[in-house]
């Protein structure tokens, strides 16, 4: 994704209008990593500017993915996710419990489908979802803040 100065050319330079909220929204998704849902860029916007509506969210989201700028992308979480990291090709780790979803930087030279199974498409690309449990939820990290709370109280 372009920087909001560049994202700003960009949507007038295409017709679309460029308001405070909107340069706020830009801004939320600036090297965000932890692929926001529009409720969560919303949320966060809303710590900016409070007058920021949720259909103006998606209405920018919307814009920004029209012009390649983010991707949509359904990994399984129960809401569009949006991502920000259009340049670097690459996979999507999800946590099955809390929904965290973050990059992986990986190549798969292996990857392919084998002979005869295209069923006779033409096949452009291919992306991998590794799901498990991120730091936050796996049992051992849980139970040693807990401890650690525990000295502290
Ligand atoms: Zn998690
Ligand atoms: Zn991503």
């Known amino acids: 994704m372009r920087t909001p100065e560049e994202l700003t050319e960009l949507f007038r330079s295409t017709g679309r209008k460029v308001t405070a909220q909107r340069l706020c929204i830009f801004r939320v998704l600036q090297g965000d990593v932890t692929h926001p849902s529009a409720e969560s860029v919303h949320a966060l916007a809303s710590r900016e500017m409070e007058t920021i509506s949720l259909k103006t969210v998606y209405q920018t989201l919307y814009d920004l993915a029209e012009l390649g700028e983010i991707v949509p992308l359904d990994v399984g979480t129960g809401m569009t996710r949006f991502d920000p ?30 002979e005869g199974a295209d069923l006779g498409y033409q096949v452009g690309s291919a992306e991998i979802v590794f799901r498990g449990l991120c730091p936050e939820c796996q049992p051992e990290v849980r139970g040693r803040r807990a401890s650690v709370t525990q000295v502290q109280t």
Not at 86 to 98: G, I
Not at 100 to 110: G, I, K, M, N, T
């Open 85 to 114: 990291n259009v340049d670097d090709p690459h996979h999507h780790l999800v946590c099955r419990q809390c929904g965290r979803v973050r990059d992986l930087a990986a190549s798969f030279p292996e990857l392919r489908v084998p």
